[in-house]
């Protein structure tokens, strides 16, 4: 049998007090409402002798929240998500709120899905990675004044909040230093996406070989093309053909897969080709060599992002809160970009 789930009202009625002294008292307003040391003493003591525990949904609904975030992403099993929701969790929850993670797998249908639950639950705001045809949705969460932040990616056509990387800076800084480093032949393997954070990388990239009057060697993925053997097989194809001498991946995941290309295929280029990869990984660090990376300012990230969240969740809908931050990433240079003869 399972144990009773005890409401206020049991508890005043055990100790003859009223529902609304009961109320104050487990809310922390015993001092301001006036009521005795004792009687407020006698309140807790009992609650925890009976483990009471509060009805979030009764509560929520009484003060209109339910200090719930959501915070939805392309893929929570990624390395940098993943370590990205770590920190909002640590920040949300020094802050009295609890945090839903999901993953949208950039599919639109599965984006709407996810929202329209979470609305129906009364979550009190959203940070969400948008995937590409969500432009609607994301419009109404923020017509009907539910706080909602943007990250990663954003829409330009809607007025709303968002945290995002300096994309086409952070990648034409990243060439510009393979080109330093003496590499002509510098390819550029991406996804082929619409998306602005992937539109702003390739045109940094194309920005870069432009000035430099190098020729641009672009290959787009297809975005759903989840055969890993079809991708690695573009890429083996892409790199016999070109005459490669450096290529940047535009995702850790692209990465993954084109080391695995290069060892399985051309072995003899590993310590030849400059590489470079977008988001930075442990196991970038021990792979040999190691690879450069742009990094993401993740702490800056999730401190934006919570904090923009919390300041709207406080502000007033006739005074809503405005925050769009474009962070700068960082290069962490190592040996995969130098030159070959100082990779030793």
């Known amino acids: 049998m399972k144990n009773k789930r005890h409401s206020i009202k049991d508890i005043a009625a055990a100790l003859n007090v009223s529902v609304t002294t009961v109320s104050f008292v487990l809310n922390g307003k015993a001092r301001e409402k006036r009521i005795s040391e004792e009687v407020t003493k006698k309140v807790l003591d009992y609650a925890k002798s009976i483990n009471y525990k509060p009805n979030q949904l009764a509560q929520s609904l009484r003060t209109g929240r339910s200090k719930i975030i959501v915070v939805m992403v392309e893929d929570i099993s990624n390395y940098f998500f993943s370590k990205l929701a770590r920190i909002i969790e640590d920040i949300a929850y020094d802050k009295g709120y609890k945090v839903l993670f999901c993953s949208n797998e950039n599919k639109d249908e ?23 045809g969500i432009q609607q949705d994301i419009a109404e969460l923020v017509s009907d004044d539910i706080p909602v932040v943007l990250f990663d990616r954003y829409f330009p056509e809607i007025e709303t909040n968002y945290v995002i990387i300096d994309n086409s800076e952070a990648v034409h800084k990243a060439s510009q230093h393979l080109v330093d480093n003496s590499y002509k032949n510098i390819g550029f393997i991406t996804i082929s996406s619409s998306q602005t954070q ?72 590993i310590n030849e080709m400059g590489i470079i990869t977008f988001d930075d990984n442990d196991l970038f660090k021990i792979y040999f060599p ?50 070959n003869k100082s990779r030793a």
Do not use: C, H
């Open 110 to 132: 599965r984006s709407r899905d996810l929202i329209n639950l979470f609305r129906e639950r009364q979550v009190d705001a959203y940070v969400i990675v948008p995937s590409p």
């Open 198 to 269: 992937m539109e702003a990388r390739q045109r940094g990239y194309r920005e870069a070989m432009q000035a430099n009057n190098l020729k641009e060697f672009v290959l787009e993925v297809p975005f759903y093309e989840k055969n890993i053997e079809k991708v690695k097989e573009l890429i083996k194809e892409y790199i016999a053909a070109q005459g490669l001498d450096a290529i940047f991946f535009a995702t850790n995941y692209l990465t993954q897969i084109g080391l695995e290309v290069i060892r399985e295929s051309y072995p003899e280029k």
């Open 290 to 339: 190691p690879i450069t990376a742009v990094s993401q300012p993740l702490e800056e990230i999730g401190e934006e992002l919570m904090t923009t969240v919390l300041k709207m969740l406080k502000n007033a809908s006739d005074k809503p809160y405005k925050n769009q931050k474009i962070l700068s990433a960082s290069l962490i240079e190592r040996n995969s970009s130098f030159p």
